[in-house]
T-cell receptor
């Protein structure tokens, strides 16, 4: 079956610190991988994605590399800002049709000045 | 701007009183999804429409129904809300295809009294 395991939070960092949020997956096929971000009181927004092995997704200073050998898609950012405080969800999709997403449990990040 | 709109943003209903949540989109996407998200949890897919075809998740309670009268609108009906149905309900859309991202609305927070 399909599943996503995310690093448990909450994570609290000082501004300009390095961020890593771990994500590993189990899938029956060849999934696409996503990171979504949810700011307080809002819906989810796509942060970045990768569709095949060794692809690197990047956006707003965040990066994640699709590692098939370790079934991982860890999220990194070199220097976090207070505005990055949010909940981050790793997700996978392996259906060619309706694109169902399987989410991890989410990791809450708080960045303090 | 093209977007996914959910109304209302906050909904209060009484135990056992039917309630309908609304979602509309201007993206002209053929797939629409409804998720339930409880506090500090990942979104859980309830069902989706692939064009007019309704696809129910196996563990979605019968209490939850959906209608999609046209491409732009999709409704979530909760026939007899229980206290355990209090949650954020997220609507999302996508085009078909495995790597297609989902676009989420801001959500409707449902309170059951």
């Amino acid at each position: 079956g399909n599943s996503v395991t995310q690093m448990e939070g909450p994570v609290t960092l000082s501004e300009e610190a390095f961020l890593t949020i771990n994500c590993t997956y189990t899938a029956t096929g060849y999934p696409s991988l996503f990171w979504y971000v949810q700011y307080p009181g809002e819906g989810l927004q796509l942060l970045l994605k990768a569709t095949k092995a060794d692809d690197k997704g990047s956006n707003k200073g965040f990066e994640a590399t699709y590692r098939k050998e370790t079934t991982s898609f860890h999220l990194e950012k070199g220097s976090v800002q207070v505005s990055d405080s949010a909940v981050y969800f790793c997700a996978l999709s392996d259906k060619a049709g309706a694109n169902n997403l399987f989410f991890g449990t989410g990791t809450r990040l708080t960045v303090i000045p | 701007d093209a977007m996914v709109i959910q109304n209302p943003r906050y909904q209060v209903t009484q135990f056992g009183k039917p309630v309908t949540l609304s979602c509309s989109q201007t993206l002209n996407h053929n797939v629409m999804y409804w998720y339930q998200q409880k506090s500090s949890q990942a979104p859980k897919l309830l069902f989706h429409y692939y064009d007019k075809d309704f696809n129910n998740e196996a563990d979605t309670p019968d209490n939850f129904q959906s209608r999609r009268p046209n491409t732009s609108f999709c409704f979530l009906d909760i026939r007899s809300p229980g206290l355990g149905d209090a949650a954020m309900y997220l609507c999302a859309t996508s085009r078909e295809g495995q790597a297609r991202e989902q676009y989420f609305g801001p959500g409707t927070r449902l309170t059951v009294t």
